[in-house]
């Protein structure tokens, strides 16, 4: 009858015999790498969503159709994934609630245009940026707390090693070979974390540099019609 022979030498065993702290720190790493990588498709997700939202916006925007029927077209169905419809949605508001008022400086007008449609951006903005502080930490520790298990798994198989009989390559390997995944998961933690956040940032940016061109686009559109119907 033949012995079954266990391979100690597999992924497995190095991961189910290395030390409780190296476990530890295995399991922490890969817990915070699929949190990163549910956040990485949820924002993909968003981003997308805002960006397309963006274009159809601004295409009935510039269409011809009269802003007071947008505002109400935008009230009536709001897509809460398009920033600029929030940004467009506030400005106007207040521009209505002003132009309402009698008496009211058309400076003061614009001023009160601008200030609500920076709240708004900065809204969007914040949307924008929800995950990237995770992703930025993810990237930036689990290299360092991946080496933190390899450095407590080699101390641990030194220690073994010192009061083996006979010192060969063969007793101090899987003990180094299972404290070196850690830094293995903590590099595979650390990398999609970094690109997605560099992406991500870039994206963002982008995004926001629109909702602003978009903000003095439509602030110049006010400007003249405030203007034009006090003359």
């Known amino acids: 009858m033949e012995a079954t022979v266990v391979d100690h030498t597999s992924m497995w065993s190095l991961i189910s015999n290395a030390s409780i702290v190296v476990q530890l720190v295995m399991l922490v790493l890969v ?20 960006r397309r939202s963006l274009e159809t916006f601004e295409e009935r925007f510039w269409s011809g159709i009269d802003l007071s029927k947008l505002y109400r077209q935008a009230g009536a169905n ?9 940004i467009f949605r506030g400005g106007f508001k207040e521009f209505s609630r002003l132009r309402q008022q009698p008496g009211v400086d058309p400076d003061a007008v614009m001023d009160g245009v601008n200030r609500a449609m920076r709240v ?14 995770f992703l930025a930490t993810v990237g930036s520790t689990s290299p360092y707390i991946g080496l933190f298990g390899t450095v407590w798994g080699i101390m641990n198989s030194f220690r073994g090693l010192a009061s083996a009989q006979q010192a060969t390559l063969a007793t ?8 070196l995944i850690a830094t293995a998961i903590g ?12 992406r991500f940032a870039a994206r963002g940016e982008t995004l926001i540099g629109r909702y602003y061109t ?4 439509f602030q110049a559109i006010l400007h003249r019609k405030v203007h034009t119907s006090d003359e």
């Open 31 to 50: 817990g915070a790498s699929v949190t990163s990588w549910i956040m990485i498709f949820q924002r993909s997700t968003m981003i997308r969503a805002a």
């Open 78 to 86: 709001p897509d809460p994934d398009s920033g600029v419809e929030q």
């Open 120 to 133: 708004a951006i900065s809204r969007e903005e914040e949307k924008l940026e929800q995950s990237l502080p």
């Open 172 to 179: 101090v390997a899987p003990g180094i070979a299972e404290a």
């Open 187 to 198: 590099l595979f933690a650390a990398i999609p974390a970094v690109i997605a956040y560099n």
């Open 214 to 217: 978009f903000a003095d686009e």
